[in-house]
């Protein structure tokens, strides 16, 4: 396994998504050092721990484990859309727009 490309994974994702360590490590049930540990490759995890960062950062456990992408790009946009307040929605839709009009 190779620990520091897993744990390079997991804490991109964690500050895409603006995790700080200590509320990541409170979501995934360890202590904000093991989750460092984990992210600078120290220290290996438990599957239970795996299953719970996958699901919290909304990654599949192959990407997590071997770096291999499957529409994860297209996952996060998502997430952030979900996280998004309900009536801030509209702002997002017109940024979108105004980008993808840009693009012509």
Do not use: H
């Amino acid at each position: 396994m190779d620990w520091v490309s897993i744990g390079k994974r997991i804490r991109y994702q964690r500050e895409y998504l603006n995790y700080t360590r200590e509320s990541f490590a409170e979501k995934i049930d360890v202590t904000p050092k093991f989750c460092s540990d984990i992210e600078l490759g120290l220290k290996g995890m438990s599957v239970p721990t795996l299953c719970r960062i996958s699901n919290v950062l909304n990654l599949s456990v192959d990407y997590i484990l071997f770096g291999n992408q499957n529409n994860n790009d297209n996952q996060n946009i998502i997430e952030m859309i979900n996280r998004c307040p309900e009536d801030k929605r509209s702002y997002l839709v017109d940024i979108i727009k105004a980008y993808m009009l840009s693009l012509n």
